[in-house]
């Protein structure tokens, strides 16, 4: 017997959608507002969500990432009297089971959530392999998607495409799918498309006999040759040259090759995970990239998440990349306060990790002999943006800066009328501070929720409470996820 939501603003429909999935003999709750739905289905464990897109307070399509984080990680079928094609591909890509749209028999809805959930049932009884990735550090549900996908193609013999932002560890992944596949015992060649020379790429991959051309004094192994029985590796393919794609594509597809100068053709079992930081359909469209050899490229697509979208996991590879540069400067470690954690997680790491690392790196460089960690050895860059967020102010520098967003309950306006802890600093008078703290935590129902609302950390709204005499038990409480007031 399963358990099923229903998040729609039409009680009827909630109603007669519920008791098709008594008769089918599953157990069904419905909400009539986001808010309520969503408050359920983290509460609870659901097998599968029927979400509407159009609801009072937001559209179901904008909270697809947070269902699917959910506990109970369940399937979502979208039923909706709005449907459009953009928000049927959106809901599609981001993972649905399916997008229906109203008016639809209730034949057909019983038979989608069959199907949904024995897929359901077939892969929790699926034993998934364990990925081995001790390089790639995270816990959080994004990475885990991605990680997810990394085993399932490390299981297969398919090409890998795997697309990110610049620092986002496409490399990393790239070699986890080889190290856990099949071909873990041969080679990992890597070829990085975009520091090549369009005249050497040819000989390059392909490889060259003796007198080939001037200067060839002996037979090379092109690299396609040297990934026989492993994995070639295509760093920034979108910079691959056009003239050696159609040959290259001709490789894929028969495996089979001819090095320059010779007048026979070898064979090579190699498989192919491509990476770039590009929109390759883009460039498709603008003729700089061959659709076919896309295609063949992309059989299995995984896109990395940026760090800006997994900043829970940022504590965490701090303290392991920290690790590994006291280990190669041979640094007493260091106490890190969880001030300096959190202006790490107020930036928006543009360089993704990439760009944490060098950070982290700077950051031990200005502490020298210090023995702790604080803010102030940050770089000056990420000091005032974490500052501004901390304050409410814009900090926005180009579309991949996001400020800081706060959820607030569904139904209960008065939440939105606290504001940034920073606006209320000009007349913040003794009284005016136990005024905003008391509403703040009355309001918040979390201490995370109540950082998100103020732009304060947690040791300073611990600090402020014990100031003002309000840690009370219901205060107290709040801080029982933390380790401590800090």
């Not at 509407?52 to 399509?61: F, I, T, Y």
């Not at 611990?462 to 800090?486: A, M, Q, V």
Request: charged share 25%; proline share 5%; glycine share 8%.
């Amino acid at each position: 017997m399963a358990e099923i939501l229903i998040i729609d603003d039409d009680q009827m429909f909630c109603q007669t959608l519920s008791a098709m999935v008594k008769q089918v003999g599953h157990r069904a709750t419905y909400a009539l507002s986001l808010g309520r739905g969503m408050k359920r289905l983290i509460s609870g464990s659901f097998d599968l969500v029927f979400l509407d897109v159009q609801l009072p307070d937001g559209s179901g399509l904008d909270v697809l990432p947070k269902m699917q984080e959910a506990p109970s990680s369940p399937q979502i079928i979208i039923l909706t009297g709005y449907g459009n094609a953009n928000g049927a591909e959106l809901a599609i890509s981001s993972g649905v089971w399916d997008y229906l749209q109203k008016p639809v028999s209730l034949e057909t809805v019983t038979l989608h959530l069959t199907h949904a959930l024995q897929y359901r049932e077939e892969k929790n009884r699926k034993v998934q392999p364990s990925l081995k990735h001790e390089r790639i550090i995270g816990e959080s549900p994004a990475i885990g998607k991605a990680l997810e996908l990394a085993g399932q193609a490390a299981g297969s013999s398919a090409n890998v495409l795997v697309t990110g932002e610049t620092g986002t560890g496409k490399e990393l992944f790239a070699w986890a799918i080889h190290e856990n596949s099949a071909r873990a015992y041969g080679n990992f060649v890597v070829l990085d498309c975009g520091a090549l020379p369009e005249t050497l790429v040819e000989g390059i991959l392909f490889g060259h006999e003796k007198g080939a051309f001037t200067g060839a004094d002996r037979s090379r192994d092109g690299l396609i040759r040297q990934a026989d029985g492993g994995t070639l590796f295509l760093d920034e393919v979108a910079e691959l040259p056009l003239s050696i794609q159609k040959a290259f594509l001709r490789v894929l597809q028969e495996r089979k090759f001819r090095p320059l100068g010779s007048k026979k053709e070898i064979e090579s079992d190699f498989r192919v995970v491509a990476a770039t930081n590009q929109d390759l359909d883009s460039i498709v469209k603008s003729g700089g990239f061959r659709k076919d050899l896309l295609y063949r490229l992309g059989a299995f697509a995984i896109t990395l998440p940026p760090l800006r979208e997994r900043k829970e996991d940022i504590r965490e590879l701090a303290l392991h990349y920290l690790k590994g540069l006291y280990n190669r400067y041979g640094i007493k470690p260091k106490e890190v306060t969880d001030e300096l954690f959190d202006a790490l997680a107020l930036y928006s790491w543009p360089g993704n990790v990439r760009e944490l690392v060098n950070v982290m790196e700077t950051t031990l460089a200005a502490a020298r002999d210090d023995t702790v960690l604080f803010p102030m050895h940050l770089p000056n860059h990420l000091r005032i943006q974490a500052a501004r967020s901390s304050f409410g102010w814009a900090t926005r520098s180009g579309p991949d800066q996001p400020m800081p967003s706060v959820e607030l309950p569904a139904g209960e306006p008065a939440a939105r009328e606290i504001l940034p802890f920073g606006e209320y600093r000009k007349d913040l008078l003794e009284n005016g501070e136990r005024v905003y703290l008391t509403r703040l935590m009355s309001r918040a129902e979390t201490i995370s929720e109540a950082c998100r609302i103020s732009g304060l950390s947690r040791s300073r709204i611990y600090d402020l409470l014990k100031k003002h005499g309000l840690l009370r038990k219901k205060f107290e409480l709040l801080f029982r996820d933390t380790n401590g007031p800090g």
